[in-house]
């Protein structure tokens, strides 16, 4: 089985336990430890109303991009929320009453996030907080001088989104990039770290594996080795789940040379990533914030009207919204009960993961269909 077979047929959210653990062992105290305890006894015994809080946090720091990807809802102009910038000062008063339970913090969602000046700042100022950083960039804007405020900001893993091994396929998705900036940046990137001697960041090539890039696979395995990459992951190709034209999206990018892909109900080849074992990890462990402070269930979805909460920066009881309505909702999904006051939400009609086996509300805001966004999840993980 070569890599890349290795990496498609993982679920996304073990495909990094060995790093999660060492962000827990190096960012961890007793305090942390507990509350990762607590949080996972919680998920196991299928909770409604937590005592813990979120170990995790995703924080989009500017859900704007350079790139026009088709299958992104940025790149497809149809994010279905405000895009901003997030300031410094908001990253604080978002990051501030969770910093005590965090073990890391994302630095991307939906944007590309190298395009927020601020976001070396908020990088800087997690890691002198004892909270660890990730980042994930199409690396094509960066100037000498950002690489190294990468390097002096302590930043700790950077993924590097380069699907395919030449300009004529990278360019196919990543609408509007450049593959050799790509490669010289990132391999400057490297150059330089290791010129002084930093551990970090850790570098991962983060490769989707598409129709038109799959006879690349082993030419990237031994390209990651010149370029000295700390690891190269390759990843299933997703699309928004919103997408109604799912067998026609799925014929055009789809690779065919793997196995680990399977028939879904609606007639379409998926990647197997639906209906993982529940309850949810997202609702135990992680909170995702956007640029306009609405909260959303998940890294997968984009909708501001899917939001279950709106953070107010100057008064944030993060153990309320936690615990509220929504949340409390969504995870009723996955343990028999039903929370009450119950509310409709986006959750309800999501196949990622496995629901408790009662007859399941469905959403009037959500249509379910197979395999919501694979790929936000897999970035995340």
Same mark, same amino acid.
């Given at each position: 089985m070569n890599l890349a077979q290795k990496y498609l047929r993982k679920i996304p959210q073990y495909t990094r336990s060995h790093r999660h653990f060492l962000s827990v062992m190096r960012h961890g105290n007793p305090r942390k430890w507990m509350n990762l305890a607590l949080a996972e006894a919680e998920r196991k015994l299928r909770r409604v109303e937590l005592k813990s809080l979120p170990y995790l946090l995703i924080v989009d720091a500017c859900n704007y991009c350079n790139l026009r990807c088709p299958l992104c809802p940025t790149g497809l102009n149809d994010l279905g929320?405000?895009?901003a910038m997030l300031s410094f000062e908001h990253f604080q008063k978002f990051f501030d009453p969770l910093m005590p339970q965090l073990f890391e913090v994302y630095m991307h969602n939906w944007g590309e996030s190298l395009l927020n000046k601020q976001v070396f700042k908020m990088i800087r100022?997690?890691?002198?907080?004892?909270?660890?950083?990730?980042?994930?960039?199409?690396?094509?804007?960066?100037?000498?001088?950002?690489?190294d405020n990468m390097l002096d900001s302590g930043l700790e893993y950077l993924v590097v989104s380069l699907d395919g091994t030449s300009q004529e396929t990278y360019i196919q998705y990543r609408i509007g990039g450049d593959y050799q900036r790509?490669?010289?940046?990132?391999?400057?990137?490297? &150059? &330089?770290?290791?010129?002084?001697?930093?551990?970090?960041?850790?570098?991962?090539?983060?490769?989707?594996?598409?129709?038109?890039n799959q006879h690349q696979v082993a030419e990237a395995e031994e390209l990651s080795r010149k370029f000295g990459v700390d690891l190269l992951r390759f990843i299933p190709v997703g699309m928004p789940h919103e997408f109604t034209n799912r067998k026609e999206v799925a014929a055009k990018w789809y690779p065919t040379q793997f196995e680990g892909r399977v028939a879904s109900n609606h007639e379409e080849q998926q990647f197997g990533q639906a209906a993982k074992p529940?309850?949810?990890?997202?609702l135990y462990r992680s909170m995702v914030v956007n640029?306009?402070?609405?909260?959303s269930p998940c890294c997968v979805v984009n909708r501001k009207k899917y939001d279950f909460a709106v953070l107010n920066?100057? /008064?944030?009881?993060?153990?309320?919204l936690w615990n509220n309505d929504k949340y409390r909702?969504?995870?009723?999904?996955?343990?028999?009960?039903? /929370?009450?006051?119950?509310?409709?939400?986006?959750?309800?009609g999501c196949d990622i993961f496995e629901k408790h086996a009662r007859e399941e509300a469905k959403s009037v805001l959500y249509t379910p269909t197979p395999a919501a966004t694979t790929k936000s999840m897999a970035e995340k993980s």
């Open positions: 929320r405000p895009q100022y997690a890691q002198d907080h004892n909270v660890g950083t990730n980042l994930s960039s199409n690396l094509v804007r960066v100037s000498s001088s950002e690489i790509v490669v010289d940046n990132m391999c400057e990137l490297i &150059r &330089r770290r290791n010129a002084r001697k930093l551990k970090h960041p850790v570098v991962e090539w983060q490769f989707i594996v598409m129709k038109q529940g309850p949810c990890f997202y640029p306009d402070g609405g909260v920066p100057d /008064a944030m009881d993060v153990r309320a909702s969504a995870r009723a999904l996955f343990s028999g009960k039903i /929370a009450s006051p119950g509310e409709a939400t986006v959750c309800d």
